[in-house]
C-alpha cells in the first residue's frame, strides 16, 4: 500500500476478514452522568458515558458527540469512556450523545434532559450546609439577588449573594476560599439566625490587591453554626466555586463503638477532646440483658468511665433474658414452624444449650439439606437464637437466612454461640437450613438451634423506664420500648406540672437522655410518654 503521491500520507488501517461482513452499523452510546431530569444550580456540567461498536466484527468507535439543544454538535474526550465539561444555558436542556464509527456509521441518540434553574441558596434561609471536614462547592449567582435587610458583604452592596452554612463540632479552624470562581467575588462569615441580625465574624473582598478572589481563615467555636455569604463585587456574577476546609486546634481521640442488635451505646461514636472523661451507658433492647464490654476496655461497669487519654474500640455484649421459643413444649408447635428439604427437623434432649429440648436438623444424607422455616409478623427490633454445628468442617454447614438473605455460616465442631440479629416490621421468613456436600461425614452430622427471640407483635409493648447514676451526681435516663417509636420524655418537681425535655426515636428501642439540670434540684421526677 502506498500514497497516491509523495505528498499522500498518514494513517492506515486496513481490515482484512475473509468471508467478512462490512460494517454498517452505528455505534451505541450510553449517558453515565448526570441522571436524568437532575437539577442545576451551576451553568458548568462535566458528562460522561460509554460508547461501543455492538458487533465482534464492527470497526470500532472513532468519535463521539454531545448536543444541547440544537447547537452544533460538540466532541468530546475518548472513546470507549468518554467526557465532556459544558456551559448549559438557562432553563430546560435536551442532551444528546452519539458516536461513530471509522466506518463512518452514525449510532442513535441517547437523549436526557435536565435543568439549569434558579439557585436554591438564593436566601439566608436555604443556606446550603457544607458536609464533611472540608471539600468544593460550585454555583452560579446570575439570578441570585440580595434580600431586605441583608447587609452589604466585606462593605460593598454586591447584589446577587448565595449562603451556605457549617457547624463546627469541635474548637478548630475554618478555611474559606473562592479562587477559580470567574467573578471578582465578596466573601463573609456570620452567625445569628436571622439575616436582618446578624453578627459578623470576618469578610474579604480580595485576598490581595486586583486579585478578584476572596479568601478568609477564622478561628471557630466548638458547636456553633456559621453562615457563609458568597456576593460578587459591584453587582457582579458568574460561577462559583468555594473551597472550605476545617482543622482541629486541640488534641481528640476517638471512640469507636461497634453496633450490636440487643441494644445501644451512649455516647456515639466521636471524637471527644483529649483528657475529658466520658462516662459510656450500655443501653440493652427491650427483653435483653447487658453482659458487659469488650475491646480495648474489658468490664461490667455500666455506666463504664473513659479518661480520654487514647483511642477506645469498644462492643457493649448483650443477652436475651426470656425466650420466645425454647422448644421446651418437646416438638414444633409454640410457633408456626415449617419444614423443608430431604429430611425434617425435630425437637430432642439429646443435645441443648439450656431446658431439656432443642431443635435438630433432620437426618439426611450427601447432597441433601434441611430446614426450619417460620414465616411470620415482627416488629423492628432484634432477634436471636443459640445454636450448636457438628459437621465435616468446610463441607457441611449450617446456615441462616432472613429474607432470603444468608447472616451467617458455621462448620466443623462449634459449640453453643448466640447470634444476635435484627429484623425490619412486617412479615418476615427465617430459615435454618444444614446442608451437605457430595460426600463424607463428621461428627454429629447435624446443626442444633435453642432459645429462639424474635420481636412478635403480641410481645408486651409497655416501655421500661430507669435511671442510671453517673460519677458527679448527673443522671442518666433510659427508656427501654419499641424500636421506631418516638417516646417523650418529661420532668417535674412536684408530679403536678409537668414539662417535655426530650422526644427521641431509636432503632433499638433504647433511648437514653442526661438531664443537664440535675444538680440544682434536690428533687426530681421524670416520666415517658409514648405519643
Known amino acids: 500500500m502506498s500514497g497516491y503521491n509523495s505528498n499522500e500520507t498518514g494513517e492506515i488501517r486496513l481490515r482484512v ?92 441518540p441517547d437523549t436526557i434532559i435536565i435543568r439549569f434553574l434558579d439557585v436554591t441558596n438564593d436566601d439566608f434561609d436555604s443556606a446550603i450546609e457544607l458536609g464533611d471536614v472540608g471539600g468544593t462547592v460550585v454555583g452560579n449567582t446570575i439570578h441570585a439577588t440580595r434580600e431586605a435587610g441583608e447587609p452589604f458583604h466585606a462593605g460593598n452592596e454586591g447584589g446577587h449573594s448565595i449562603w451556605y452554612k457549617f457547624f463546627t463540632p469541635v474548637n478548630g479552624r475554618l478555611f474559606l476560599t473562592t479562587t477559580n470562581s ?179 436438623s433432620g437426618l439426611i444424607g450427601d447432597n441433601q439439606s434441611s430446614s426450619l422455616i417460620l414465616v411470620t409478623d415482627l416488629l423492628a427490633g432484634a432477634g436471636a437464637f443459640n445454636f450448636r454445628v457438628s459437621s465435616e468442617a468446610g463441607w457441611d454447614f449450617l446456615e441462616f437466612y432472613l429474607n432470603g438473605a444468608r447472616l451467617g455460616r458455621w462448620s466443623g465442631e462449634v459449640g453453643w454461640q448466640s447470634f444476635q440479629f435484627r429484623v425490619p416490621e412486617g412479615l418476615n421468613q427465617l430459615e435454618w437450613r444444614y446442608v451437605k456436600d457430595a460426600n463424607f461425614s463428621d461428627g454429629l452430622d447435624a446443626a442444633f438451634i435453642d432459645n429462639v427471640y424474635l420481636p412478635l407483635p403480641d410481645s408486651a409493648i409497655a416501655a421500661r423506664l430507669s435511671l442510671l447514676p453517673l460519677p458527679g451526681g448527673q443522671d442518666r435516663l433510659q427508656v427501654q420500648g419499641l424500636s421506631g417509636r418516638p417516646y417523650v420524655i418529661q420532668k417535674s418537681t412536684n408530679l403536678a406540672n409537668w414539662t417535655s425535655a426530650s422526644t427521641n426515636i431509636s432503632d433499638t428501642g433504647t433511648i437514653q437522655w442526661t438531664d443537664p439540670d440535675t444538680l440544682n434540684y434536690p428533687l426530681r421526677f421524670y416520666r415517658a410518654i409514648a405519643p
Do not use: C, H
Open 182 to 360: 470567574d467573578f471578582d467575588t465578596l466573601l463573609a462569615v456570620y452567625t445569628g439566625d436571622i439575616v436582618t441580625n446578624l453578627a459578623l465574624v470576618a469578610s474579604n473582598d480580595d485576598t490581595f490587591p486586583g486579585s478578584g478572589f476572596s479568601q478568609l481563615t477564622i478561628s471557630v467555636t466548638a458547636n456553633t453554626l456559621y453562615y457563609i455569604a458568597v456576593d460578587g463585587y459591584g453587582g457582579a456574577y458568574g460561577n462559583v466555586q468555594l473551597k472550605y476546609v476545617f482543622s482541629t486546634t486541640e488534641k481528640y481521640y476517638s471512640l469507636t463503638v461497634d453496633p450490636s442488635p440487643g441494644g445501644g451505646v451512649s455516647p456515639p461514636s466521636g471524637l471527644y477532646l483529649a483528657n475529658s472523661t466520658l462516662y459510656v451507658t450500655a443501653a440493652p433492647s427491650r427483653d435483653f440483658d447487658f453482659l458487659g464490654w469488650q475491646g480495648s476496655v474489658s468490664s461490667s461497669a455500666n455506666p463504664l468511665t473513659l479518661v480520654m487519654i487514647q483511642d477506645y474500640q469498644l462492643t457493649a455484649i448483650f443477652s436475651v433474658e426470656a425466650f420466645t421459643d425454647g422448644f421446651e413444649s418437646g416438638g414444633l408447635n409454640a410457633l408456626s414452624w415449617a419444614t423443608g428439604g430431604a429430611a425434617p427437623w425435630f425437637v430432642q434432649s439429646s443435645v441443648v444449650a439450656s431446658g431439656r429440648f432443642a431443635a435438630r
Open 17 to 108: 476478514m475473509p468471508g467478512g461482513q462490512p460494517d454498517t452499523s452505528g455505534p451505541v452510546v450510553s449517558i453515565i452522568s448526570p441522571a436524568a431530569e437532575s437539577l442545576f444550580t451551576t451553568n458548568i456540567v462535566t458528562f460522561t458515558g460509554t460508547a461501543k461498536d455492538p458487533l465482534a466484527n464492527d470497526t470500532g468507535v472513532s468519535e463521539v458527540f454531545v448536543q444541547i439543544n440544537s447547537d452544533p454538535p460538540l466532541v468530546a474526550t475518548g472513546t470507549t469512556n468518554w467526557s465532556l465539561q459544558v456551559s448549559l444555558p438557562w432553563g430546560t436542556n435536551v442532551i444528546s450523545a452519539f458516536a461513530q464509527d471509522i466506518a463512518g456509521n452514525m449510532g442513535l
